[in-house]
């Protein structure tokens, strides 16, 4: 990764530079938890999807779920990830009212996947590459309701013991602009390959974020925070520049940042802490005694990989080779599947760059004003495509397209019916697109001069008349040529 600083902030000393890596707890799609049978349906009633495993009763021992071990290398493939055929499921000991008990089942010195590599896509067209430094599994703890009673917190453990992956990446972004798009690559490809369902609302995908800041060209990490459980992109970015600012108050008045964890408020738009940073040695980690380690084979790892999907990167190469898409277009794309895929369908036969522009300035737009996906998008891929069919044959024009086309958002009609019940096919008679000119002519013979007088510029004035005359249905290539005769000679 290029280390040249991409995004400064100014500190009363000079400029500083910010060093920002991520934690990423991503609930692992599967029926059952990753050591018990009970249900992970998000929602249920408190405490309604609770084993005596979940619950930490005496005598229960854990055991491994292999769809849990299988969606963890199913990431690491998909993140060009090191597969470790042999990982340990350690205890990380800490007391909270909402771990039964008394310690998380995680893995520690001994992941399930090791180093991979994220390729980011940015906003101007560029791509920045941050490392991953590990992605291992983990059971996660209940969760405390402090808002139900005045004097009293709750406690709900559906979702203790649901299996997470804690994708922990390298200190390798430097702005909250790298943060969100890591974030948002990274619940793409796992939305790809079924893993996880990236629902940040809902906490199945929750990121801890650590931030440090350095003076322009210092080499070396000054000590960091970590602002925990920060759960969606846009409060990620906030955290990351209230923080940063923090530090930089902080160094520059002669102070010392502390190791600590933090919370971000995102309505009072700052962090405060919440207690301080524990190291490795304060969790008293060591290997589970009631679980075996974890090893399989390469056979195991490669029926994994030949289930993969085409990922974002594959696909977006695919789409700029195939189609002629900018980059840019391209990405935006192919963050979503179902949304590549409806495009897809959209270009199957047709011009690329014109397939692209309806989908992504067009349809998205109106998906985002109804609020809904393309799932249920009210206009078809299918008819989409027809309607640029349409077009390109010259049946309409494209600002009757416009017109068809919110039609078709209203009704669901397919394109073909609407122009031919509605009259709308384009006018490419001779007779009937010079009678408008003549029209146009009379009723302007001081423009008529003065385009014959050398201001040529008017003759759009002329066409947007035309069009006007014709409802939009006149061929405008048709109305530019018989203007230009009739009007230049």
Known sequence: MDDAPTYLLTGDTGDWEVVIGLEVHCQVISHAKLFSGASTTFGAAPNSQVSLVDAAMPGMLPVINRACVEQAVRTGLGLRAQINNRSVFARKNYFYADLPQGYQISQYELPVVGEGTLILDMPDGSSRSVGIERLHLEQDAGKSLHDQHPTKSFIDLNRSGVALMEIVSKPDMRSPEEAGAYLRKLRSILRYLGTCDGNMEEGSMRADVNVSVRPVGE???????????????????????????????????????????????????????????????????????????????????????????????????????????????????????????????????????????????????????????????????????????????????????????????????????IVEERGLKQVKDTGAIEA???????????????????????????????????????????????????ILG
């Open 219 to 417: 080499t070396g990490l000054r000590t960091r925070c970590e602002v925990k459980n920060v759960n969606s992109v846009r409060f990620v970015m906030q955290a990351i520049e209230t923080e940063a600012q923090r530090h930089i108050e902080i160094w520059e008045s002669g102070g010392e940042v502390s190791q600590e964890t933090r919370l971000f408020d995102p309505a009072k738009g700052e962090t405060r802490s919440m207690r301080s940073k524990e190291e490795a040695h304060d969790y008293r980690y060591f290997p589970d005694p009631d679980l075996l380690p974890l090893e399989f084979d390469d056979a195991f790892v490669d029926a994994i990989r030949a289930t993969l999907p085409e990922l974002p990167d594959d696909k977006k190469a695919r789409f700029i080779a195939d189609f002629g898409l900018t980059p840019y277009d391209a990405s935006v794309l192919v963050v979503d599947w179902r949304e590549a895929d409806f495009f897809e369908r959209v270009a199957k036969g047709r011009d690329g760059k014109t397939a692209a522009n309806w989908v992504i300035s067009t349809l998205f737009g109106t998906l985002n004003k109804m609020g809904v996906g393309v799932e249920d998008s009210p206009v078809s891929a299918e008819n989409l495509g027809k309607l640029i069919d349409l077009i390109a044959d010259d049946t309409i024009s494209g600002r009757i397209a416009k017109d068809v086309y919110e039609i078709m958002v209203e009704t669901g009609e397919a394109p073909d019916t």
């Open 436 to 486: 408008a000119i003549d029209a146009v002519m009379a009723a302007n013979p001081d423009k008529v001069a003065e385009v014959q007088g050398g201001k040529e510029k008017l003759l759009g004035w002329f066409t947007g008349q035309v069009m006007k005359a014709t409802q939009g249905k006149a061929n405008p290539g048709m109305v530019n040529e018989l203007l230009k005769k009739k």
